[in-house]
């Protein structure tokens, strides 16, 4: 019998808070959830919920205090702490990442935003830029190669950014509120690619977001209230 596909991200109760004594926080009480490869998921809570603490310990960026956390059905932390040395490779290889305001350098063409992280992770210059003029006509923003990210619209410097987190074929992509600066059409657009790219490149996709005019394009919303999944 084969059985149900591996998630590709998965958490088991997973708890994390900050400070101690009078100052601890309890962030996240208990989360456990799944994503699979081709999933949009939403994340979406209250101001202080957790939201931001999931997607930062789902990008191997904070440590959870207790709790399992999978990657690719590979225990990356477990019994307090990493399993893997090399988390700055494993960011690199299999995580992308989108942010509201796309953190984009300024002095850096589209390409050349796109080509950096190719580049980092070892990529000679040439092919770097050749794959990142791919991304952008990928993400209709090809026509805007050359310019700077004062020269963009809003839009367009979100597909770049978009563009930025796919450079590396990541297979999980984590955006902080994507749309939040767009337009409804433009929040659409960018919607229809990450749904594009989850169901191309059989990404996993988590997405916070507070955005109304995107709630129905999510395949399931998981809601934290006080540290928890409801
Ligand atoms: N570095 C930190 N030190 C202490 N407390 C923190 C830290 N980061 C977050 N917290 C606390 O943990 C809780 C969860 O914060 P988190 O940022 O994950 O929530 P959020 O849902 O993303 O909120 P927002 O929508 O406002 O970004 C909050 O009570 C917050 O004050």
Known sequence: MIGAPTPLVSFVDVRKHYGEGSARVDALRGVSFDVGAGEVVGLRGPSGSGKTTVL???GCILAPSEGTVRIAGEDIF????WLRR??????LETIGFI???HNLLPFLTA????????QLAGEPRAAARRRARELLDYLDVGHRRDA???????????RVAIARALANRPRIILADEPTAALDSQRAQ???DLLRRVAVDQKAAIVVVTHDEKIVDRFDRML????GLLI
Do not use: C, K, Y
């Open 56 to 58: 930062n310990i789902v």
């Open 78 to 81: 477990a019994e307090g702490h």
């Open 86 to 91: 090399d988390l700055r490779r494993l960011r």
């Open 99 to 101: 942010f509201q305001f």
């Open 111 to 118: 390409t050349d935003n796109v080509a950096l992280v190719l």
């Open 148 to 158: 700077f990210p004062a020269q963009l619209s809003g839009g367009e410097a979100q």
């Open 189 to 191: 657009t960018v919607m």
């Open 223 to 226: 809601e934290l209230r006080d």
